[in-house]
Nanobody, 127 residues
Framework: QVQVVESGGGLVQTGGSLRLSCAVS????????MGWFRQAPGKAREGVAA????????YYTDSVKGRFTASVDNAKNTFYLQMNSLKPEDTAIYYC????????????????????WGQGTQVNVSS
């Protein structure tokens, strides 16, 4: 079964950068979706970015386009979320997720597609 372990996060000032990492294990095909989600206090979980098709396809929510980059290192079985030009509204707990049974890459930004979730890491952006 797919398992994920995430790392990274922390406190940064507005305009700063952070990189989150997520190590994935237990999958044997390249249909796996790898996603990044976040949840701010009092808000619903939000899909931030996702990777499909072995890294050749990426999806982003509108609020992070141009600032965040999702990537994967298949040799290391690890995917990343590089976050640049951070804003206070990016403050949230960030979760990585992976699943090898998603029916369509277009569903990779939908949290309901995932069964394996990371433990979450706090990202705080100060103004």
């Amino acid at each position: 079964q797919v398992q994920v372990v995430e790392s990274g996060g922390g406190l940064v000032q507005t305009g700063g950068s952070l990189r989150l990492s997520c190590a994935v294990s237990g999958y044997t095909n390249n249909r796996v979706c790898m996603g990044w989600f976040r949840q701010a206090p009092g808000k619903a979980r939000e899909g931030v970015a996702a990777i499909a098709n072995g890294g050749s396809t990426t999806y982003y929510t509108d609020s992070v386009k141009g600032r965040f980059t999702a990537s994967v290192d298949n040799a290391k079985n690890t995917f990343y979320l590089q976050m640049n030009s951070l804003k206070p509204e990016d403050t949230a707990i960030y979760y990585c997720a992976a699943d090898s049974s998603v029916r369509s890459p277009a569903l990779c930004l939908d949290g309901r597609s995932y069964r394996a979730w990371g433990q979450g890491t706090q990202v705080n952006v100060s103004s």
